[in-house]
């Protein structure tokens, strides 16, 4: 948080000492033969056709990815495109390294005094996305070099000036959705660094959990300014896990069973190559790669929730987007040995699951405070996590920032069903607040720490949980009669599910929650082997036919098998590189065909 406003900062008085500096930067250009004036004024870069009142363009400095000389490519370093570095561990794997051709856009005409200025620009006419951002090109053209030389130079001092992210450790992960992110890698994301001079020493995961097993030995990582990676939601919960697990131990907390977690001291980049990509959707508004490419070079970080889940001997895992027991539990288990199918492996999976689902016993119980139904539907008029989300940005307070990245185990030995009077649990944990339990036959339990939108379904399981507000949405979904599951089920598969209008629905909120399952002692897995610091289990490992008589834990793709945890949200724990999605314009006043997603 005070990062965050720190770089706020930062930007602010940059933009300022532009404003005193350079008001104003004013010049005649030639773009495409015709005269424009081009003003660098209040941070932000204008142009418009002299003599006329239209068609005057404003871009801010914040959108600039990078700029470049035409007529002298060797007199300043940020010309130079192939000086990109992408360095490769053989150890681990290998990319080819010759540079990637610039595209043609980029192309000079190195005879004449052109500058070249790259900025992002949202798509915002684009009707099939309008979170998309794409980067455009502006040539201007001057007879005088030395107008040019100002220009770039005061350009360029710009940007090597903000906190942007100059050297990222990337990971690719070549196994997940349809298997094409070393791809995405090379055609999408690449040229973008490249442009924009980033420096990226990029590794191919060959097996489920190196990702967090490199994170946790690399003796370089903190000369990074970034990690990013490439792949689905599994694959940046690795990297967040991996992170966390290097973090206490840097600060010699206990990895099993931290008091406290630390906020993670690098910030992480999201792109998408999974098959759902809930976070990066939720991030951006979009799963295009580009986009993400281009938040990720222009560096604007927020802060993400992530939720802890712990047993009563330690921290099991981080999760990001959800984690659910019953219904998505199973799916999780059995379509990955459809892996084959690709997305398509969950409707196949969950129409078998969905048939064979007798429900489950659970109680569950949660801080009553700050849990009611009645906050939900508040937080409704508060609407939608977006760009500038008041919500999450709140930094009035960021000592609950801090309080919320404390565990208190304690609460786990707090016995829930016996010694209890039903509706509450005993004030014995150290919160001293009351709780209130909720228990019977749930088809499924989920806890989201994100809204959950994808593509498929663009408002998510819970549209209303913010991304940096501290808080889970506890979806509690009872066993019911097949025809209510159905309902659900058509729900589920459409892209409002709106849940909460079945009656056989509740949502709570909170900022922790305990579980337990009545048949947790029948579990064949033993919840002792999934610690954190132990092995964990990822899911094409860990097929079992003793689960198949209770549920198990879906978390973030990944298997947990003890049921009797404790999930608490801790507040903007990691920052990652976003701006927020965008929420659809009112009028929409283009021509656009839908055709125009490359
Ligand atoms: N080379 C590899 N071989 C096998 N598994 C890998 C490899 N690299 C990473 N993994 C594992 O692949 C799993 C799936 O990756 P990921 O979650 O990114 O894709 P996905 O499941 O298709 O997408 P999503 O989670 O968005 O639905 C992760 O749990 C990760 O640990």
Redesign the pocket.
């Known amino acids: 948080m005070e990062d965050q406003q720190q770089d706020t900062l930062n930007t602010n008085h940059q933009q300022e000492e532009i404003k005193e500096k350079h008001d104003i930067l004013l010049n005649t250009f030639l773009i495409s033969n015709k005269k424009f004036r081009v003003l660098l004024h209040h941070g932000s870069l204008v142009w418009e056709k002299e003599n006329s009142k239209n068609g005057k363009t404003t871009v801010p400095l914040i959108d600039i990815l990078a700029v470049r000389l035409a007529s002298s490519s060797n007199r300043n370093k940020s010309n130079n495109i192939s000086s990109s570095r992408i360095s490769i561990n053989p150890s681990v794997s290998s990319l080819p390294t010759s540079a990637v051709p610039s595209t043609s856009s980029d192309t000079f005409d190195s005879s004449k005094n052109y500058l070249y200025i790259y900025y992002a620009k949202r798509d915002s006419n684009c009707q099939r996305d309008h979170n998309r951002w794409r980067k455009h090109t502006l040539k201007l053209y001057n007879t005088d070099y030395r107008i040019i030389q100002t220009w770039h130079n005061t350009l360029a001092d710009w940007l090597d000036q903000q906190k942007r992210p100059k050297n990222i450790l990337m990971f690719v992960?070549?196994?997940?959705?349809k298997r094409q992110a070393l791809k995405i890698f090379e055609k999408y994301s690449k040229p973008l660094f490249q442009l924009a001079g980033v420096e990226i020493s990029c590794l191919?995961?060959?097996?489920?959990?190196?990702?967090h097993d490199i994170l946790q030995n690399n003796p370089a990582l903190y000369q990074y300014d970034a990690i990013c990676c490439v792949?689905?939601?599994?694959?940046?919960?690795?990297v967040f896990n991996g992170l966390m697990q290097r973090t206490l131990r840097d600060l010699s907390l206990d990895p099993q069973r931290p008091t406290y977690l630390p906020k993670l001291r690098i910030p992480i980049g999201v792109i998408?190559?999974?098959?759902?990509?809930?976070v990066a959707y939720c991030l951006h508004g979009t799963t295009d790669v580009k986009t993400a490419v281009i938040h990720i070079i222009l560096g604007q970080k927020r802060g993400l929730d992530l939720s802890s889940v712990c047993n009563h001997i330690g921290l099991i895992r981080l999760y990001a987007s959800l984690i659910c027991y019953g219904y998505l539990g199973d799916i999780a288990l059995d379509s990955e040995q459809y892996r084959w199918m690709g997305?398509h492996r969950y409707d196949y999976s969950g129409f078998k699951k969905f048939i064979a689902n007798r429900g489950y016993e659970i109680e569950l119980a949660f801080p009553e405070s700050e849990s009611t139904k009645t906050q939900v539907d508040n937080l409704k008029t508060n609407s939608t996590c977006n760009i500038g989300c008041d919500r999450c940005l709140n930094q009035s307070e960021p000592d609950k920032c801090e309080q919320s990245h404390i565990i208190d185990y304690s609460i786990l030995s707090s016995n829930l069903s016996s010694a209890v009077t039903p509706g509450t649990l005993e004030s014995g944990t150290k919160d001293h607040q009351n709780w209130k339990t909720v228990r019977g036959k749930y088809f499924m339990v989920a806890g989201a720490n994100i809204s959950c939108a994808s593509s498929r379904s663009p408002n998510g399981l819970a549209p209303f949980c913010h991304l940096g507000d501290g808080h889970i949405e506890i979806i509690v979904i009872r066993h019911t009669s097949m025809f209510n599951l159905l309902r659900l089920l058509i729900r589920l598969n459409r892209e409002n599910p709106q849940l909460d209008m079945l009656p056989f629905v509740e949502i709570y909120r909170a900022k922790k929650f305990l579980v337990r399952s009545n048949k947790t002692a029948n579990n064949s897995a033993s919840s002792s082997d999934l610690t954190m610091g132990g092995s964990r289990q990822?899911?094409?490992s860990s097929l079992s036919k003793g689960a198949e008589r209770t549920s198990q834990w879906n978390c973030?793709?990944?298997l947990v098998f003890d049921t009797d945890v404790l999930i608490s949200s801790h507040r903007q724990l990691v920052d990652v590189f976003m701006r927020g999605s965008y929420p659809p314009s009112e009028e929409k006043k283009s021509s656009c065909c839908g055709l125009c997603g490359v």
């Open positions: 992960n070549p196994y997940g959705g191919i995961s060959q097996r489920g959990n190196q990702i792949g689905g939601d599994g694959t940046f919960a690795e998408p190559a999974g098959s759902t990509d809930t997305p990822p899911i094409s973030d793709g990944e």
